[in-house]
Each structure stands twice: as C-alpha cells, then as structure tokens.
C-alpha cells in the first residue's frame, strides 16, 4: 500500500475543516545515505542528528526548533523519537521556533497515521484507532488529556472526506480483509461497511482500489452501494493529492481526473472520466500544485504542465523542471523536492517564504535551492535563532537577535532610523553599533567599517554579516562541514 504525507503548513494553526491524511512515510535510501537530511516535508526537514528545522512566514529559511530533538521520525506535529515514545508538538502561532510537546503514551512503539476535522482520528501500528477532540477553550487545540479508543481494530488505512452538500465528515476505515467500514458524524465511529467493497488495497478520500485494479467511488450518503469508476483498469496505486484525482497503473501510466479548485480557489476542471496522459511515461510521483500538474519520472525527472484549461488533453505539453531527484512533498501551492546529492529544492509560490529559499518573493517559476539548515553556536551555547543562518554570495549573514546574545546588549532607534545596538554597563572594552538599513553601512563606536558586505532587512528580521562579527569584534568563527554549524567565540566578553 503506497505510503502517503500531505500536510498543511506547520506555521499555522490546523485548519477547523481540514486535516489532511498523514502517514508514516520510508525514506529513500539513495537520498539518506549521502545527506544529513533523512526527512523532510514540504515546509520541514529533520537533519540525521535527531533535530528538527522549519520554514515559512518569519523562517525565511530552515531555523531550528529548541526541545525537539532525537527524532526518529516525523509525521505531521507527530514525532516518534529513537526510544519510541510518541510526541505531539501544540504549536501556536506565538511559539514557532520553540516546542510545547506533549507525549501521548497511548502510542507508545509506533504510530501509523493521523486524520482529522474538529479533532483527530490516530492509527497506531497494531490497527488500533484513538480519537482526540479539538476543543476551544483554554487548550484551544487538540486536548490530549481525552483520548478515546474507537471501538474498531484490525485498521490498515483511514482516511475522510466531506460531503459537497452538508459539509458532513465522513470517516473511512480499511480493515485488512480488504473490507472499507465508513461512519458520517464528528466523531469517527464505523458502524457499517460500505456496500460493493471487497479486496480493497489502498483507500484515499472517496475512493477504492480493488485488488484487481479497478477503481471505485461513493459519495457517502446512508446505504449507499460504491461504483466503479468506467476507464480505469490495472491501476496499480491512488496518489493521495488533495486537490485531484490522479492514478499510476501498473504500466506506471498516469491517469488524471480532475481538479478541485485554481489559483483563484475557483472550481477547475470536474471531468468524471479521468484521462490518461499520454503524453509522459515512467512516472513514479504526481501532484498538483493550484494551476499546476508536477510529475515525477522514475527516472528522477520532474516536469510541469498548466491545468487552466476547462478539459485535459491526453498528450499535454510539459516543461522540464528539474532532474535527479529523488522525491517530492507538495503543499497547497509549492512543493519541496530532494535530489541525489541530498540538496532540497523549491517551486511554486513564496509568499510566505514557503520555499525557504532566504527570500520572500512572490512565485519562484525555476527550482530554487531551500537553505541549508544551519546551527549557530556562541561562546560554547547554542543560540535560539528567530530565523535560521541565510547565504548570499557564498556569505553567512546571522539575525541581529545572535549578535544581541553575543554581546549581552541592549537595542534602541535613533533619530535617523537607525538601530543602535550598545553592550551593557560593565562590558570591556565598551561596544556601540549603529546600523542604516537603507544603505547597509555599519559604524562601530562611531567609525565607518569597511566591508563589501551590507546588513539587510528582510520580512522584519535584521541580518548582519558574519565576516563583520570576525573582522570587527574580534571574533573567533570556525566551521564544522559534519555538523553544518558555525561557532563564534568573542574572547573579549567571555568572563
């Protein structure tokens, strides 16, 4: 059964309506044995020390995140660590480079799965499924004080979906005797097999493939019978892709079926009968990204076509984006992709920094490479980086908060605009800075400095360059290639 992760991004709180299926995921053993980066998600990645790095919004690039660490694995908020305890991380929008982590013992070695809409539906690796409610008072989220086992075992997929009309949530369990058990309410709570499944294999949404390959779809109303979906035989997997409907068959041939919505959150292309593009061959992965169809070859060949028009073609024309890559994760409107060497990579909307590429601009319509996830070490002690380490011009520029801990200093604007950052009482020798954001220059203790690198501002974070901490301040700096993590130490300030 093909594994599956689609996630919403991890700097905002989880939607009311929708939480999509997350799923233990393998990772590719090309990719892992020559990177330090094992896991990773489209706004996410867990480097092979067990820590775990976000970006988005204030992350212009992977940024660390404190009391999160030996992770084994990571799906979704879930985080199964080297011992096998399960943690879920209660994220809000006030700590998102810090973590709040609650253990939930009831999965203890292993957990397989999570789904949800106004709470939670979790698989552990027995078949076993648990609910947890999503509540709005003081918790404001999942209150895993009250977990509940649903009364059904022998589960080897769930997954749900609403219903157009009522907007009703509909819970589908799949059992491994191939039978598909469905339940429309809040909480999910099976109580009668869907009619016309038998020998199914993997579920998605709505939809179910047969052992035999073919495909078949219900709408969810009461004692309803599923129906097969006319055209579509020898299918081998249902990729989970929230927004359309796309099948590999056994020929790895894909077969696309529409889509929800476009850029404009308009309904796009509903065509009942899925198509089989013709066009492109070998595929391994597809997704679509708003007005965008990506796919990727068994080959490691990412390509793209547009989805604009009202009906697919069989033989669309695609554009190669990128090759040697090994796997790809998609969002709502970019997607993350890793390549043979190890590196990550990023297309589609950056808006909020979604690429984590160190800039926010609008759409990224090449490949971009996501910045490297990069610790920050100062005077022996790790330092809480609001956003992670950025890279211009082969050049680390650290946040200003960084250069606040160094120097144990106090912050202020002066007339002119500038930021003045002044050591405290006591501090030898005596250090004041002065920064122009408009022109990058830096004074230190009032006299110009010579650097052909600028300070900058970017999405209300201050960076300043690091050759200013080594060559101004007297800063010792070394690097460690293993680790990927810069050390400074400031001799002048050390007790």
Request: glycine share 6%; charged share 20%; hydrophobic share 40%.
């Amino acid at each position: 059964m093909r594994t599956r992760l689609k996630l919403l991004s991890l700097v905002f709180l989880l939607s009311f309506s929708c939480m999509p299926t997350v799923k233990a995921e393998a990772v590719s053993e090309s990719a892992s044995a020559s990177t330090s980066i094992p896991y990773f998600d489209s706004n996410s990645l867990i480097k092979s020390d067990g820590s775990y790095w976000i970006w988005g919004r204030d992350q212009l690039v992977p940024t660390h995140v404190q009391g999160i660490s030996d992770v084994k694995y990571s799906y979704g908020r879930f985080f199964v660590k080297n011992d096998n305890t399960v943690w879920y991380w209660k994220q809000t929008m006030f700590n998102y480079n810090s973590a709040d982590l609650i253990q939930v013992k009831e999965l203890d070695g292993g957990y397989a799965q999570a789904e949800g809409s106004g709470g939670m539906a979790i698989r552990d690796l027995k078949g076993n499924v648990f609910f947890v409610p999503w509540v709005d008072n003081d918790i404001f989220g999942y209150d895993f004080r009250i977990v509940e086992k649903i009364d059904v075992d022998h589960i080897t997929d769930l997954t749900s979906f609403d219903k157009s009309a009522s907007y009703m949530r509909n819970w589908v369990f799949l059992k491994d005797n191939g039978t598909v058990w469905a339940y429309s309410g809040f909480r999910p709570r099976p109580v009668a097999a869907v009619k016309g499944l038998h020998d199914i294999i993997d579920i998605y949404r709505n939809y179910a493939l047969k052992s035999d390959g073919t495909v078949w779809y219900w709408t969810g109303e009461p004692n309803e019978s599923a129906e097969q979906i006319k055209g579509l035989v020898k299918i081998k997997s249902i990729l989970p892709d929230f927004f359309s409907r796309l099948f590999i068959d056994e020929q790895a041939r894909l077969w696309y079926g529409g889509s929800n919505i476009n850029s404009s959150n308009e309904e796009l292309i509903k065509q009942q009968t899925p198509v089989m593009i013709a066009s492109i061959n070998d595929v391994k992965d597809a997704v679509t990204i708003r007005d965008s169809l990506i796919v990727l070859t068994q080959r490691g060949d990412v390509y793209e076509t547009p989805i604009t028009q009202h009906s697919m073609t069989k033989n669309p024309k695609f554009n190669l984006l990128a090759t040697q890559v090994v796997s790809i994760k998609s969002a709502e409107s970019h997607f993350i992709m890793q390549k043979n060497d190890g590196t990550l990579w990023g297309w589609g909307t950056n808006t909020n920094a979604e690429l984590g590429a160190g800039d926010n601009r609008s759409v990224a319509k090449t490949p971009v490479p996501v910045g490297s996830p990069i610790s920050l070490e100062v005077n022996g002690e790790d330092v809480l980086l609001t956003s992670g380490v950025i890279m211009r011009n082969n050049q680390s520029f650290i946040p200003l908060r960084s250069l606040l801990v160094m120097l144990n200093a106090s912050i202020r604007y002066d007339s002119n605009s500038n930021i003045v950052i002044e050591s405290k009482e006591g501090t030898s020798p005596p250090i004041r800075i002065s920064i122009n954001w408009k022109s990058g220059a830096i004074l230190l203790n009032e006299k110009p400095t010579v650097s052909q690198t600028k300070a900058f501002l970017l999405n209300g974070t201050s960076y300043i360059p690091l050759r200013f901490v080594s060559e101004q301040l007297g800063a010792d700096v070394s690097w460690s290639k293993t680790e990927n993590k810069l050390s400074i130490t400031l001799k002048e300030l050390l007790p």
